[in-house]
């Protein structure tokens, strides 16, 4: 009953024998297969007995499986794998193209199948007047047309930054160069504006290089937005019912009570406002918050802060000063933060002793800093690119990996150089890229990046010649190694000694 054919007799004459017997395996069982099975008889006795002999070598074994870490953070790929890094998808808008406008923003929806880019300017020109235009595509629509968004919406001033909603793919808001703050539902195709804060004297009086659902917010109906500006103030923003953002809480960075290991000696102590260009929430505790700032400094801040900020501009609630500690400055202004979302949970899933919380850095200085919360010096510097550094971003499945856009600028003269997309991996090297990518073959600097959280396969990246280009990593991005968060806590001990 083991083969499907009969006893085949060595005489050649007979290998084509049609002798032959089907089983039912695939196929429903028959009233006789029933009856056979009903008619087998265990020995439980004798299984019992069997099992007693074996209980205490396997309670052995699973004790020393579940002592084990040599699968750490393996997870089954059921996938196909890749091993080369290549170009999935590239998106623009014609008439934003036309225009002249560069993508300043993108951002990946809660579902990881929509990604949307905001249109605007970045270098020199007249941006207050300009109009511009926030645009998404759905990747896993059958008939996507890379040249034809699903979805454009018309924005009168340029939009600098964009964010998804962190649950409701539909919701997205973005920052505008005139200080605003916009709520768009893009399932509403006639008026997608749902809320936005308007001109007054909360708004920000600079653009709005950042803007984040606040975490820890989820309970309220809809979290509550953060914005960051070059006018020093870190706003916390609510939704009304009449459509408007009202002003929830906000802080405000002062030259004055920025931590005097700073050194700002790029400004005049006193009540002179600095800049902020980026920030990245801590993912150990949604309290915690690091900031970029044009002088060159990361700062370490708290949203408990309580210390009031010395602000003269009116605002209809106080503000306060949420910076704790100041780090080890680049030589130029920060353009980019991003906290590791590893780090710390990792190692408090493994019930190990927490290690330091990292984050990294760049800026106009073409360098990436890597940095612990816990002290002042950068554990890592790389000379990433001899031009500027726009964006840095962490991989979302690899501990070791991490992105960074690059890119150089001369707005004197309105034209720009080189631009790249690089993907660095401390795995493999702790001093350059695994891979550098070409973003667009005008050259132009890449501004934006992002991975997505859903499918880690897929990262986007905007650019100066208004162009989105969806890159489709390998399995080597992708798929974490044996210990990896070990090797990340390994180099950031080796930095310290």
Known sequence: KSCQTGRIPTAETAVQSRSSRDTGVQADPGEDAIQDFQQVQVDYRSLLSFLRRVEDAVIKELNKNWSSRAFDGFEV???????????????????????????????????????????????????????SYVCTWNLDRRGLNPQRPDLVVDVPSSVMCLAFHPSQPSLIAGGLFSGELVVWDTSRTEDPVMWRTGMTDDTHTDPVYQVNWLPGTTHRSH??????????????????????????????????????????????????????????????????????????????????????????????????????????????????????????????????????????????????????MLQTQPLVSLQLSKHYLFCVRWSPVRPLVFAAASGEGNCNKCYCFTGDVHLFDFEKSS?????????????????????????????????????????????????????????????????TD
């Not at 808008?93 to 199948?113: F, I, K």
């Not at 000063?321 to 949970?345: D, K, N, T």
Request: with cysteine.
């Open 77 to 131: 790929n059921w996938t196909d794998q890749s091993e080369t890094v290549s170009c999935l998808h590239t998106l623009s808008y014609p008439e934003a193209r036309d225009q002249n406008l560069q993508v300043t923003s993108v951002s990946w929806n809660a579902t990881g199948s929509v990604v949307a880019c905001s249109y605007g300017r970045l270098d020199c020109g007249d941006w207050s007047t300009e109009k």
């Open 223 to 372: 979290p509550w937005l953060l914005s960051v500006s070059t006018d020093g103030k870190i706003l916390v923003w609510k939704e009304e019912r009449d459509g408007r953002l009202a002003l929830a809480e906000g802080f405000a960075m002062v030259a004055q009570q920025i931590p005097r290991s700073a050194q700002l000696k790029k400004f005049a102590r006193g009540e002179a406002a600095v800049g902020v260009t980026s920030l990245s929430f801590s993912h150990f505790d949604p309290r915690v918050f690091v900031v970029g700032v044009e002088g060159g400094y990361a700062l370490k801040c708290s949203m408990a802060a309580e210390t009031p900020a010395l602000h003269r501009t009116g605002s209809s609630i106080p503000l306060r000063a949420p910076a704790e500690l100041a780090f080890a400055p680049h030589s130029g202004p920060i353009y980019s933060v991003c906290c590791s979302p590893f780090h710390r949970q990792l190692f408090f899933f493994l019930l190990l002793p927490c290690p330091r919380n990292l984050f990294l850095s760049c800026g106009t200085d073409g360098q990436v800093h890597l940095y612990s």
């Open 431 to 495: 001093q350059k890229p695994t891979v550098s990518l070409k973003q667009a073959a005008a050259q132009c600097p890449v501004y934006c990046l992002e991975f997505n959280v859903k499918q880690p396969q897929l990262l986007a990246a905007g650019d100066a010649a208004g162009t989105v280009k969806v890159w489709q990593l390998s399995s080597d991005f992708t798929e974490q190694g044996p210990r990896e968060v070990n090797h990340l806590e390994q180099l950031a001990s080796e930095s």
